[in-house]
């Protein structure tokens, strides 16, 4: 799919798995959001508010429109998609293109979990 990011190797057995994809220089949604560089450590990154910015209202559709053309897509397939956050949105151009994808293929916890299982009676 158009907005998926690609894998480069990936392998597993029975206590791990490792997916190596190509390194983008421009980043994730969350570093455009922060402006930060892709290589900069987390604490520089992330840590200081004064550098968050918005997203131009073009750059909302357009993103936005993507994400959900690509989960439209994994939930057609049966592919459950539990990973959403900005740091799991890899900028490619114009583009945007999910990342870890394998999350639920290894069991891994939504990342909201905690959010939602607060509500057991939700179907």
């Given amino acids: ?15 791990s798995a490792l997916v190596i994809r190509p390194f983008s220089e421009k980043g994730t949604l969350k570093d455009l959001i922060y402006k930060a560089k892709p290589k900069d450590p987390f604490l520089k990154k992330y840590c200081n508010p004064k550098k968050i910015q918005g997203l131009e209202l073009q750059q909302i ?3 936005g429109r993507q994400i959900l053309e690509v989960l439209k897509f994994l939930h057609e397939k049966g592919f459950p998609y539990g990973h959403l956050h900005s740091a799991n949105v890899m900028l490619d151009g114009d583009t945007c ?8 293929l290894l069991g891994l916890p939504s990342f909201y979990r905690s959010h939602f299982s607060q509500f057991r ?3």
Wanted: proline residues 3%.
């Fill in 61 to 63: 559709k357009t993103y």
């Fill in 121 to 123: 009676k939700i179907n």
């Fill in 1 to 15: 799919h158009p907005y998926i990011y690609k894998v480069t190797f990936a392998t597993a057995n029975e206590s």
């Fill in 97 to 104: 293109k999910l990342l870890d994808l394998e999350n639920s």
